[in-house]
């Protein structure tokens, strides 16, 4: 069983960061590979980002690269988000996820944390 805690959200004005934080409670985070989605009300949960078990490989769409950064320790078992110049359209619930090593789909997801931002 995986448990995520997301962590790091809050209210931020325009052009502004934060670093959203996600603990995994688990034995073998390196197995994992993460990724961070969000959704903001009335619309579908959409991707964001992901970083392979060794953190060698990093995906993200268009509209955030060069703005977000994500990032794992794995000796600490936490993924990372950084998010630079944000957006009032970045103004979301951000869950984290995990994906086994070998399996299909993300069978793993926090809580959720809020992120704000004001323009």
């Known amino acids: 069983q995986v448990q995520l805690v997301e962590s790091g959200g809050g209210l931020v004005q325009a052009g502004g960061s934060l670093r959203l934080s996600c603990a995994a409670s688990v034995r073998t985070f390196s197995s994992y590979t993460m990724g961070w989605f969000r959704q903001a009300p009335g619309k579908e949960r959409e991707f964001v980002a992901a970083i392979t078990w060794s953190g060698s490989s990093t995906y993200s769409t268009d509209s955030m690269k060069g703005r977000f950064t994500i990032s794992r320790d794995n000796a600490k078992n936490t993924m990372y988000l950084q998010m630079n110049s944000l957006k009032p359209e970045d103004t979301a619930v951000y869950y984290c996820?995990?994906?086994?090593?070998?399996?299909?789909?993300?069978?793993?997801w926090g809580q959720g944390t809020q992120v704000t931002v004001s323009s």
């Open positions: 996820a995990a994906n086994y090593r070998g399996t299909s789909g993300y069978g793993y």
